[in-house]
């Protein structure tokens, strides 16, 4: 039996919403750079914040599950 995954008005996955909730300003930020495939130490340079907050960042969407 298939079921078909719940979708939003905007015909968005549900469980992809979900996950934009979860992650704060700057993890979407960051994410989007490294969905570009930008180093951690170019995303700092380009948005101007210390490669420790980079790495905060990205240790954010590990603990919450965004990111292996």
Known sequence: ???RKKRDGQGRNKENQKIAYK???GEKEVLEFLKMGYSKVEISDMLGVSRNTVYNRIKGLKEKGILS
């Open 1 to 3: 039996v298939r079921t």
């Open 23 to 25: 992650a704060s300003a």
